[in-house]
């Protein structure tokens, strides 16, 4: 069983690795972390192993998963990820970016914030909130009381990050943001449950 769950492993990390857009990750989410999934299959099956066992292989396959989770949390970033690097690009840049591309989509009025935050590949890091398009502010269960919205994470792009791409930090800098476009889909046209925009039911999309 140990073999077998490197195995799934190696094999749903090369076909991540193969992922280049928002549809391919979906499919791979599919085959590699649905209920029907190779990995949820062998797990389910712990039932029929010696008792003694099965708490280790039980362990070894929540690693896996945890692994699988991660690796495609982290290449999702990476496909809805906008950047821009140049010189004398700064935080402010960025600011502006992410206010006016927010207020485009969401109304003028819409309030934006900017919280400081942690990205491993971004120094400094920060974190855009919008005011959310449901209660506008006053709260509710979508901003869990908040009034706000997590929507856009970001930052100035780490000069190592530049380096590692054959960019000079000293010369030129850059901004990164992203967000995930089904969920500004879901924000803009209100739509309370974001599964409903993978469903396929015409009777739904055609209201768009």
Known sequence: MPSQLDDIQIEALMALDQAHDETALRVWHAAHLSKKSPLMM??????????????????????VKRALEAAFAEKEQAI?????????????????TLVEVLRQMFGADRQVRLRSSYFPFTEPSIEADLQCTVCDGAGCG??????????????????QVLRNSGVDPEHFQGFA???????????????RDIR????????????F
């Open 42 to 63: 062998a797990l389910g099956d712990l039932g029929k192993l010696p008792k003694e066992q099965r708490a280790e292989i039980g362990k070894c396959g929540n690693e």
């Open 177 to 191: 943001f992203g967000a995930g476009l089904d969920r500004l889909a879901a924000l803009q046209y209100s739509i």
């Open 80 to 96: 809805q990820t906008a950047a821009a690097v140049g010189t004398d690009i700064s935080l402010s840049d960025l600011k502006g």
């Open 196 to 207: 409903y925009l993978y469903e396929n039911d015409m009777r739904f999309l055609w209201q």
């Open 142 to 159: 979508l901003c869990k009381y908040t009034g706000w919205l997590e929507i856009v994470p970001g930052g100035m792009i780490h000069p």
